[in-house]
């Protein structure tokens, strides 16, 4: 069964920084591809870092020079850095396959204040 463990969210104001981290279980990252997602209540999930194996990250326009994606395959990591933070950032943010799978972490909780 996958394990997906977020961590290193918080509170921030306006135009601040966070780095979350993301610990998986063993081989994922060889497997599948990865991404980080987020979910704001009463809003859909969405896709804010896609890692194709192999390939650079990509971004939305939303958070595109903003937030940086990174993979450690070896210790089976994944960070990503956020900068510039704005309000309409404040969501729970995940780790997980690309295409999504059915085994979720519980996230990590990022609120953005003016």
């Known amino acids: 069964q996958v394990q997906l463990v977020e961590s290193g969210g918080g509170s921030v104001q306006t135009g601040g920084s966070l780095k979350i981290s993301c610990a998986a279980s063993p081989g994922l990252f060889i497997r599948s591809a990865m991404g980080w997602y987020r979910q704001a209540p009463g809003k859909q999930r969405e896709l804010v870092a896609t890692?194709?194996?192999?390939?650079?990250?990509f971004y939305p326009g939303s958070v595109r020079g903003r937030f940086a994606s990174s993979q450690n395959r070896a210790e089976n990591t994944m960070d990503l850095q956020m900068i510039d933070l704005k309000p309409q950032d404040t969501a729970v943010y995940y780790c997980h396959p690309v295409p999504p799978r059915n085994y979720w972490g519980p996230g990590t909780q990022v609120t953005v204040s003016d």
């Open positions: 890692m194709p194996r192999g390939n650079p990250p």
